[in-house]
């Protein structure tokens, strides 16, 4: 029969463990998120600073006559210097000036390309009421029977639309298809529309389960009404 003054204290050190182990990982949770958003912030901060702060006549940069540097500084003129940018383009003046600028750059072989090509993917990305993922998906990728979490782009349009199979008469939809756990970087695929499973999901939420590799998955309304209201009431 196996002493039990001597099981004891190793049980209670096992359960001291465990109730640390346990708290560990709940502050790491809790603080984990919090410390990479301030670092990230942070060091956006000081990048900008980096880039703005140099360029300041010295009687408008504080760190020339300020002991200690002021950070931020940098953040607020180029917020201020992009909010008039936007502003002065927005009256005649302006766009008869921006006009002007394009059409010279519209003379210069490689710099047009690349300025064509970075301002379609800024009034894409930054409209708000122009073209972007609104949908996620379901598709099977890479081969039957397995599927694959895309985002819905646009109707295929143009020269794509009329050289797919169907000659333009059966509707193709593009789709983008992310990597994980980067999904900034994936595939571009056209298929047809009857080959993609729509989700009630956000992008947002889709792009949580693409960078947890399926470990975050958003609660779906039809399950969480289908759950009782309230499971802590004992039964009668």
Do not use: C
């Amino acid at each position: 029969m196996p002493d039990q003054h001597q099981d004891t204290p190793a049980r209670a050190h096992k359960s001291f463990g465990a109730r640390l182990r346990n708290s560990f990982l709940a502050g790491l949770v809790i603080a984990g998120p919090v410390g990479i958003t301030l670092w990230l912030t942070w060091s956006f901060i000081q990048w900008v600073d980096g880039l703005v702060k140099p360029a300041l006549p010295p009687a408008y940069n504080p760190d020339t006559y300020l002991p200690f540097p002021v950070p931020g500084v940098g953040l607020i003129v180029a917020f201020t210097a992009l909010s008039l940018t936007g502003f002065v383009a927005a009256n005649f003046l302006g766009r008869t000036l921006i006009g002007y600028g394009e059409r010279a750059v519209a003379r210069m072989p490689l710099v047009r390309n690349l300025y064509n090509g970075l301002k379609q993917i800024f009034e894409t990305v930054l409209d708000e009421k122009g073209a972007s993922f609104k949908k996620a998906a379901l598709i099977e990728y890479p081969r039957k029977g397995l599927f694959a979490i895309v985002f819905v782009a646009t109707s295929a349009k143009g020269e794509v639309a009329q050289k797919l199979p169907g000659g333009g008469e059966e509707e193709y939809i593009a789709v983008f298809l992310p990597t994980t756990p980067n999904p900034t970087s994936g595939f571009l695929l056209y298929l047809p529309r009857k080959d993609v499973i729509e989700l009630s999901m956000t992008v947002e939420d889709a792009a949580k389960l693409i960078i947890s590799a399926g470990l975050i998955t958003p609660e779906h309304p039809q399950i969480v009404a289908a759950l009782p209201a309230d499971t802590t009431k004992p039964k009668e």
